[in-house]
């Protein structure tokens, strides 16, 4: 008499790395270590071990879709070679291209921030109201308080979405502002330049 055929997982390694790919398929932003041992019941080493092997499986040029460590968490995005395809397929804001005052803005307010309204007006020489609507609007910034005193000025810091869509693991992997030089007119050309060169 045969037996029924069973599928048995040989390896409970292989078994928890593929729980996490379920987990970060389903999820709709990245996932830290501490997060995904809780939602698999499993421990925090083996999650980071069973990463390492989905980061093999799914990595640049061998899959559709590449595993990375971005904004403090691990992600599923689009490989390179379909990252044209995709946005046909899909129309987001984040898909359009940032204007030049978007990408200055942006650039301020991840090496400055948290930063006013007024401040980014400062340093760019031009009023910031809509470019800071529109940076809101898309998440890739987001209010961090106000300046102190009445009235104070919203300030502005960067979101997890701004790591994520600039491939960032965090803030602190932009290139270092002490680098840039000293002049304000010789960073903000600076800024801009970095700022294009992530977004490309």
Known sequence: MDRPLRLISANPLDQLARTLEALLVVASQPLAVEELARAADDDAERVETALGLLGERYREGRSG???????????????????????????????????????????IVAYLGPVSRPEIARIRGVAADSTVASLLERGLIGEAGRESGPGGAVRYRTTPLFE????????????????LGADEAEIRDRLVSIAERRAG
């Open 65 to 107: 879709i590449v595993l990375e460590k971005v904004a403090g968490g691990y992600a599923f995005r689009a490989a390179r070679e379909a990252a044209e395809a995709c946005s046909r397929l899909v129309e987001h804001p984040l898909e359009r291209g940032l204007s030049q005052a978007s990408l200055e803005t942006l650039a």
């Open 164 to 179: 994520r869509v600039f491939g960032l693991e965090s803030a602190a992997a932009l290139p270092r502002l002490d680098d």
